[in-house]
C-alpha cells in the first residue's frame, strides 16, 4: 500500500516599515544608553536626553511627538509612549505603571514590544522590558511619533 505524504511549508513574511531618521537617532541613543542613568534617573530623563540627542521637535511636558492611535497605526521603534495607571496582565506576569514614560527600541509583533526606561522596579538605570498590549487591562498608553527638524 502507498502512502501519499503531504508536506506544507508556511512562509511568513514581515513587511519591512522604514523607520524614520529621527526614531532610528532615537533608538541608537536608547540602546547606547543600557545599563546607565541619565540625567536624574527619572523615566522622563531618557526620553528627554533622547529626543534632544535626535534633534527631535518637542515640548514639556508630554507633548513629543505626533500622537496616534497603536491600535490602528502601527508602532515604531523610536516611539514615545506616556502610561497614566496601567495595568498588564498576562498568563505569568502582571506589571503595572501609574504614570511613567518609555521608548520603543523593538517591535516584536503588531502589539508586543519592547521599550527601553529607566525608574522602573526600584531601578534608575536604562534597562529593557517586553511589554504585550494584548495584556493591557486597565489605564491608558498614549503613543507619539515623534518629529524631526
Request: with cysteine; charged share 25%; net charge positive.
Amino acid at each position: 500500500m502507498k502512502m501519499l505524504v503531504t508536506v506544507v511549508f508556511v512562509i511568513t513574511s514581515f513587511i519591512s516599515v522604514n523607520i524614520p531618521v529621527v526614531n532610528q537617532k532615537i533608538v541608537d541613543f536608547v540602546k547606547s544608553s543600557e545599563g546607565k542613568q541619565i540625567d536624574r534617573g527619572e523615566c522622563w530623563d531618557l526620553a528627554k536626553a533622547a529626543l534632544d540627542d535626535a534633534k527631535a521637535v518637542w515640548a514639556t511636558p508630554y507633548d513629543f511627538g505626533l500622537k496616534y492611535d497603536f491600535k490602528k497605526d502601527p508602532i515604531l521603534p523610536g516611539d514615545i509612549i506616556q502610561f497614566e495607571n496601567v495595568v498588564f496582565k498576562g498568563d505569568l506576569y502582571s506589571m503595572s505603571m501609574p504614570h511613567h514614560t518609555a521608548v520603543v527600541i523593538e517591535v516584536l509583533a503588531p502589539l508586543h514590544v519592547k521599550i527601553a526606561h529607566q525608574n522602573f522596579a526600584g531601578k534608575r538605570t536604562v534597562q529593557f522590558t517586553d511589554v504585550n498590549f494584548n495584556d493591557l487591562k486597565k489605564g491608558k498608553a498614549q503613543f507619539y511619533r515623534p518629529q524631526g527638524q
